[in-house]
Each structure stands twice: as C-alpha cells, then as structure tokens.
T-cell receptor, first 114, second 111 residues
Framework: SQTIHQWPATLVQPVGSPLSLECTVE??????LYWYRQAAGRGLQLLFY??????ISSEVPQNLSASRPQDRQFILSSKKLLLSDSGFYLC?????????????FGSGTRLTVV | QKEVEQDPGPLSVPEGAIVSLNCTYS??????FMWYRQYSRKGPELLMY????GNKEDGRFTAQVDKSSKYISLFIRDSQPSDSATYLC???????????FGTGTRLTVIP
C-alpha cells in the first residue's frame, strides 16, 4: 500500500535561518506531489506541485522553493525564513493525471519562526 | 469570487445531534466532490468521495451533491465526540489534476 512520510512534525526556527522539509512517498511510482501551507482560518494554500523529477510549478511568489531530486521525494526549502513563513505545512500526493479523485496528505509540519 | 465557499464555523453541537456541513461553488464544470476530515495537528484524510449529483452514504456519513444549485453537503448522524475535527470540502473537474478546497468548518461535538 502507499504511504507518505513527512518530517519533522514540529519545528521552531529563528528568523533568517534556512529551512528544509522533506516528504517521501512509498508504494507508488511517478506520483504527483504537492506542498500546501495551512494558516488558521484561511484554508489550504497550494505552494508548489510537481508532476515529475525536476519539474516544479510554483503557485504563489514567496520566500520558499521546492525541489524533487528523486521520483518519490519532495523537499521544501528556504534560504532565510521570515516570520510570515510560520504555519502548518502539508505534503500530498496523487496518482498521475488522477488528482481529481483526491489527494493523500502527510501528517504535516508545524513551523514556528521566532 | 472564490471557487469554493465554506462557512468556517466554528460549529458546536451536543452528542447525538445531526450535523450538516455545506459548501457552495461557482464552477459548473466541477464533477468530482470530496470531503476531508482533519483532526487537530494532523493532515486531512479523505472521508467521502462522490461523482456528479446525488447522495452517497457511508455509515453515519452522507454526502449530497446538488449540481443545479452548486451546493454540496455532508451530514453526520448520531454525532460523536470523536467527530470533532475540521471538515474541508474539495472538488475538481474532468480532465483536471488540481483540487479546489474550501477553507474548512471546525466542528466540536460536546459529550
């Protein structure tokens, strides 16, 4: 069966420090991968999505970047964190060309920038 | 206008009550409709999936789609404290890979 792993679960980082969040998927090949940020009362904001290795689409301009160095690995990064980067970050995957049937989410990373 | 509108609540009900959660949408091309449940500090999990119009029942949960009104609902019968969570609706259209999410409704079931 397919599983998605996301870590760390909680992270507290100072302003100006770098960030690296990792997400891996098991049990499937060539998944579509997504990074979302969820702020209280504001719903899910799509940050990046990827349909293949090295293929990244950015949905909003921001202080973050994403990379997909391997088929089932998706990394969210920042060179210098801002206070506004605090939030709950979620990785998700879907079957290629079948995202309309739903995504499977990871357990999320709670990031607090101080 | 947002693609998907959802009342954020919060909604508090006594145990055993019938809960009605709703979303409206503007894109008439949406054909695939989902409800996700998200417990505090966890990722959303797919709860119900329906295609096009009609009802779908799974235990205490019923998903209803009214495409003529662009309105979807999730009913929870005999609500339990374990149903306390945020419920997000999501939808998509044929040939698309992207989902459009509502902002979520926070539900608390009081014992």
């Amino acid at each position: 069966s397919q599983t998605i792993h996301q870590w760390p679960a909680t992270l507290v980082q100072p302003v100006g420090s770098p960030l690296s969040l990792e997400c891996t998927v098991e049990g499937t090949s060539n998944p579509n991968l997504y990074w979302y940020r969820q702020a209280a009362g504001r719903g899910l904001q799509l940050l990046f999505y990827s349909v293949g290795i090295g293929q990244i689409s950015s949905e909003v301009p921001q202080n973050l970047s994403a990379s997909r160095p391997q088929d089932r690995q998706f990394i969210l990064s920042s060179k210098k964190l801002l206070l506004s980067d605090s939030g709950f970050y979620l990785c998700a995957w879907s079957v290629p060309r079948q995202g309309r049937y739903g995504y499977t989410f990871g357990s999320g990373t709670r990031l607090t920038v101080v | 206008q947002k693609e998907v509108e959802q009342d954020p609540g919060p909604l508090s009900v006594p145990e055993g009550a019938i809960v009605s959660l709703n979303c409206t949408y503007s894109n008439s091309a949406f054909q695939y409709f989902m409800w996700y449940r998200q417990y505090s500090r966890k990722g959303p999990e797919l709860l119900m999936y329906t295609y096009s119009s009609g009802n779908k029942e799974d235990g205490r949960f019923t998903a209803q789609v009214d495409k003529s009104s662009k309105y979807i609902s999730l009913f929870i019968r005999d609500s339990q404290p374990s149903d306390s969570a945020t419920y997000l609706c999501a939808m998509s259209q044929t040939g698309a890979n992207n989902l459009f999410f509502g902002t979520g409704t926070r539900l608390t079931v009081i014992p």
